[in-house]
């Protein structure tokens, strides 16, 4: 029992991988599953192998950083004190025995590893700071779906759309009030587009220093951080129950890097509607449901619109992806203690190979285990991707 419970994590993987490989014996549906599952996790090794071979391009390593900064306490350092602690952190051993032995520790027993930096053990460093960051990156993607989704199908729809209504055949009155509505729809149009154009021409960082700095301007406390200094203290439960007041700080300070890493995200996003729906807009099927009187709402949900979801949701971990590439320079100027500052911290100042590969392994895990839910959805729902995996056996 000793050994199985050591081994929790082999064990799962190869129970799924049993009980999909099973499945696919008589499913092309589940003889698919099978293969992106198998393609998920090839790509995860190799996702560690190459964030391993980048941390052996840098100058330095973690011992020697180490060193470095006792060295700056006033301590007289040698060659020789730098060997024997490479040598008690493992670094004395080739690249590949230190990635074969971490891979082995992760896929056994779901052990990240060990940080030299911070001399604890990974899972211990970051707590609960990979799922904050988690937490940013899907608050700041459905931010970014829920306003890019509606406005860029209103914006695709408005494309081909006149400022004024010109149809004889409507009175003066209706005419007036088309033109009106007609006009709003353009202008809010003409608005979300401006906006998606200074999104994806304005850095993420840049926009959180310009907030920051109207905060000072106006007199106000930035929202830097997660809590305010009066707060950080505070547990959030005491003997008189739940503290509001902290979670209502924290609110007042998490809406922030929320915005700031859904802005280019919503920018791009709302192009990227608009161009699939215009694009399924055009198509030959939408002119044959037209002649067939179908027309105004019932033609864009059923037709172009219906049509445009299935590569949106499909594209929805490399979003994530996407998101969280932004995080890290936003944390550090904003403040946070989030998993990307850390990320940072090991990249650029400590090398700390284990606790970089961690970070990066599990932002890898989060994107292809969306991926491969979404594959694995869009196959079983959409008729066109279930008809491409059973004519590709």
């Known amino acids: ?41 090839g790509t995860l090794v190799l996702v560690s192998a190459i964030v391993f071979s980048l941390m052996e391009t840098l100058p330095g390593d973690c011992a020697e950083k180490y060193i470095a900064y006792k060295n700056t306490q006033g301590e007289m350092i040698t060659q020789a004190d730098i060997d024997a602690e490479r040598s008690r952190m493992g670094l004395d051993k080739p690249m590949w025995y230190r990635w074969g032995n971490w891979v082995t520790q992760l896929t056994l027993k779901g052990d990240l590893g060990f940080s030299c930096a911070k001399r604890q053990p990974v899972s211990v460093a970051l707590g609960d700071r990979f799922w904050l960051s988690f ?46 509505g007609l006009s709003l729809r353009k202008l809010l149009d003409l608005g979300l587009r401006i906006l998606s154009y200074l999104g994806l021409a304005l850095p993420n960082f840049l926009l959180a220093i310009t907030i920051i700095l109207l ?53 791009l996003q709302l192009q990227t509607v608009r161009a699939l729906v215009i694009d399924e807009s055009n198509k030959l099927y939408v002119e044959a449901a037209r002649a067939r009187g179908v027309h105004g709402i019932a033609l864009w949900a059923g037709y172009p619109v219906r049509h445009s979801i299935s590569p949106l949701f499909n594209s929805v971990g490399f979003d994530f992806q996407r998101i969280f590439n932004d995080l890290p320079i936003v944390a550090i100027v904003i403040g946070l203690t989030d998993s990307a500052a850390l990320l940072i911290e090991a990249l650029a ?36 991707v279930r008809r491409s995996v059973l004519e590709s056996h």
């Open 1 to 41: 029992m000793t050994f199985l419970h050591q081994t929790w994590l082999l064990w799962i993987l190869l129970s799924l991988g049993g009980i999909l490989y099973a499945l696919s014996r008589n499913s092309h549906y589940f003889s698919y599953v099978l293969n992106r599952y198998l393609m998920a996790l």
């Open 135 to 180: 937490g940013f990156c899907i608050a700041a993607l459905l931010l970014s779906y829920l306003i890019a989704v509606p406005f860029g199908i209103l914006s695709a729809f408005t494309i081909n759309q006149g400022w004024r209504d010109r149809d004889l055949r409507h009175t003066p009155l209706q005419r007036v009030v088309n033109s009106t």
């Open 215 to 267: 905060f000072v301007f106006a007199g106000k406390p930035a929202p830097t951080g997660l809590f305010s200094e009066q707060w950080q203290t505070v547990p959030w439960f005491s003997a008189a129950g739940f503290s509001f007041g902290k979670l209502q700080d924290f609110l007042r300070h998490i809406w922030l890097p929320v915005f700031v890493i859904g802005w280019s995200a919503t920018a």
């Open 349 to 384: 100042k400590t090398n700390d190979q284990q606790m970089a590969a961690a970070i990066l392994f599990l932002v890898a895990l989060v994107v292809i285990t969306m991926n491969l839910l979404t594959d694995m959805i869009l196959a079983a729902l959409d008729p066109r």
